[in-house]
């Protein structure tokens, strides 16, 4: 392949594997991924004095997983953006929020049987309240890419746990990758836009208290900031006659006219 010919695109499985050789003695599989990459001119055979062979990244291949990477990056810095953004907003509201939060949710078969998940949602938050009954849990996961967002909803029991952990469950998805009605009808879609957050379709409410578990997992962890010191500092001197927001007014919040 020409130095100046731009790198092809390939599946996530192919340059999975050219990352591996990258990073290996360049041992050769002999499988078909293998045989694209060398047809490809991302990798070269190399044949030693020993008479073994073995593959090397090509400068074409290094360019690839140069640009794959910067993607990644880059959609990973937008991923997080959109993160802040609803962290913050549920922060303000009032609400004690987590990011990055590994939970167990048990996932209850159809024989009967409790098999356990790890469930890491991109936000959960709480009402910030003394009656368990008021707490509220609300997962937001986000999604920036459709690719994401569809190997996500493929994971049902994924989404399960997601659910195991809250009474309300929110999909929070970049604008034009989907439509709402590809987001199954047991979580809310929030609508992310440069100017804010749209409504798609809200969230059904189920009744729900944090198991002992759960709690425990939470004072093991380190609340997120949410909003800032000076916010933090106006509700001690807020007037307690005004009530603070509960879970649907800070879903309203991220509507745009309500920046």
Same mark, same amino acid.
């Given at each position: 392949?020409?130095?100046?010919?731009?790198?092809?695109?390939?599946?996530?499985?192919?340059?999975?594997? %050219?990352?591996? =050789?990258?990073?290996?003695?360049?041992?050769?599989?002999? &499988?078909? =991924?293998?045989?694209? #990459? #060398?047809?490809?001119?991302?990798?070269?055979?190399?044949?030693?004095?020993?008479? @073994? *062979?073995?593959?090397?990244?090509? !400068?074409?291949?290094?360019?690839?997983?140069? /640009?794959? @990477?910067?993607?990644?990056?880059?959609?990973?810095?937008? @991923?997080?953006?959109?993160? /802040?953004?609803?962290?913050?907003?549920?922060?303000?509201?009032?609400?004690?929020?987590?990011?990055?939060?590994?939970?167990?949710?048990?996932?209850?078969?159809?024989?009967?049987?409790?098999?356990?998940?790890?469930?890491?949602? &991109?936000? $959960?938050?709480?009402? @910030?309240?003394?009656?368990? &009954? $008021?707490?509220?849990?609300?997962?937001?996961?986000?999604?920036?890419?459709?690719?994401?967002?569809?190997?996500?909803?493929?994971? *049902?029991?994924?989404?399960?746990? $997601?659910?195991?952990?809250?009474?309300?469950?929110? $999909?929070?998805?970049? /604008?034009?990758?989907?439509?709402? !009605?590809?987001?199954?009808?047991?979580?809310?879609?929030?609508?992310?836009?440069?100017?804010?957050? *749209?409504?798609?379709?809200?969230?059904?409410?189920?009744?729900?208290? %944090?198991?002992?578990? #759960?709690?425990?997992?939470?004072?093991?962890?380190?609340?997120?900031?949410?909003?800032?010191? !000076?916010?933090?500092?106006?509700?001690?001197?807020?007037?307690?006659?005004?009530?603070?927001?509960?879970?649907?007014?800070?879903?309203?919040?991220?509507?745009?006219?309500?920046?």
């Amino acid at each position: 392949m020409p130095s100046d010919s731009p790198p092809p695109l390939l599946p996530r499985t192919h340059t999975r594997r %050219l990352r591996e =050789i990258w990073r290996s003695a360049g041992w050769p599989c002999h &499988d078909l =991924i293998e045989v694209d #990459l #060398l047809a490809a001119g991302l990798l070269e055979r190399v044949r030693h004095a020993s008479s @073994h *062979e073995t593959l090397r990244v090509t !400068d074409a291949g290094v360019r690839l997983l140069a /640009e794959t @990477h910067q993607r990644n990056r880059d959609a990973l810095s937008a @991923h997080e953006a959109v993160v /802040e953004r609803v962290a913050r907003e549920m922060g303000r509201a009032g609400r004690i929020v987590w990011r990055g939060l590994a939970l167990r949710a048990p996932l209850v078969g159809a024989d009967g049987r409790t098999d356990w998940a790890v469930a890491m949602p &991109d936000v $959960y938050s709480i009402r @910030h309240t003394t009656v368990e &009954d $008021y707490v509220e849990p609300i997962v937001h996961e986000v999604k920036v890419s459709r690719a994401d967002l569809l190997c996500d909803l493929r994971r *049902e029991a994924k989404r399960a746990a $997601y659910l195991a952990l809250c009474s309300e469950c929110w $999909y929070v998805i970049r /604008e034009g990758i989907a439509g709402s !009605d590809e987001v199954p009808v047991e979580c809310g879609v929030l609508v992310a836009t440069p100017a804010g957050f *749209e409504v798609a379709r809200p969230a059904p409410k189920r009744a729900m208290r %944090l198991p002992f578990a #759960l709690w425990m997992a939470l004072a093991r962890a380190t609340p997120s900031e949410g909003s800032s010191a !000076d916010e933090a500092q106006a509700w001690l001197g807020a007037d307690e006659t005004q009530p603070r927001l509960n879970a649907d007014e800070a879903q309203a919040r991220l509507r745009p006219d309500a920046q």
